[in-house]
């Protein structure tokens, strides 16, 4: 028996920057992910060091 695996359609962009540098990633822009950049860039993490940059990166329409 061969087993399906789903498959996505994801849209591709060439329009994005390459090379791009930033000192804090996040993956997702749900409340999670939100709540997690406006922290570190407020200055209310756990580290005494607060990044320069934050990029939220969402795959979805939020």
Do not use: C, W
């Not at 920057?17 to 406006?38: C, F, H, K, M």
């Not at 570190?40 to 756990?46: V, Y």
């Amino acid at each position: 028996m061969s087993e399906l695996k789903p498959q996505i359609d994801v849209p591709t962009r060439d329009d994005y920057q390459d090379g791009l540098e930033v000192d804090v990633a996040i993956i997702g822009a749900g409340v999670s992910g939100l709540y997690t950049g406006y922290r570190l860039l407020n200055g209310e993490s756990a580290s005494e060091s607060q990044p320069e940059t934050v990029h939220i990166f969402e795959l979805g329409d939020r």
